[in-house]
């Protein structure tokens, strides 16, 4: 889709136009999945991010001051429902309570068991950069992060992911 095409759409939503945000919503539901899971590492609390989040984007999008930015903006609140999700289930689970990708695709099972091979802290870096395209500037600013933290955050994970596909 277009740029223009997709200003419109959040400019038509910004109106509560229903059809026009669910089709934003649709149009960015890949990324934001990846996104989740890449934070997560679970399908049930990825779900639970994307429907806060899409819940939060309708109730707050006239907040929107820049259509351009609409992607940063939705990606930022789904970053902070999924640490919220984090700090509230911090108390309960460990890595072995994590579920198994058995009843995803074939796509999603490679995804998650790469990025369980990467560190915690590279994999959010890796999927914006790699997964949905954000420059490393934005990148920083969304998780407030120095932009050198990004870079060297995106090449560590990038090594790593290179050990695991050697490994392989």
């Not at 910004?14 to 149009?27: G, I």
């Not at 984090?86 to 999603?108: A, F, L, Q």
């Not at 490679?110 to 994999?123: F, P, T």
Request: glycine share 2%; proline share 2%; net charge neutral.
């Amino acid at each position: 889709m277009k740029s223009n095409e997709t200003k419109f759409l959040i400019k038509k939503a910004q109106r509560h136009d229903k059809d026009a945000f669910t089709e934003l919503m649709q149009l960015y539901m890949k990324d934001m999945y990846r996104t989740a899971i890449a934070i997560l590492m679970n399908e049930d609390d990825a779900a639970d991010a994307l429907q806060d989040t899409i819940l939060t984007c309708w109730e707050k999008l006239y907040m929107l001051k820049k259509p351009e930015f609409f992607k940063t903006w939705m990606t930022r609140i789904l970053i902070n429902h999924c640490y919220d999700i984090i700090r509230g289930n911090s108390v309960y689970t460990n890595m072995e309570s994590y579920e198994e990708p058995s009843k995803c695709d074939e796509y999603n099972i490679e995804l998650k068991e790469a990025y369980a091979s990467i560190n915690e802290r590279y994999r959010l870096p890796m999927e914006l950069y790699y997964g949905q395209g954000f420059k490393m500037r934005e990148i920083a600013e969304m998780l407030s992060l120095p932009l050198n933290t990004i870079k060297t955050r995106v090449a560590r994970g990038r090594k790593e992911l290179k050990e695991y596909y050697r490994d392989c």
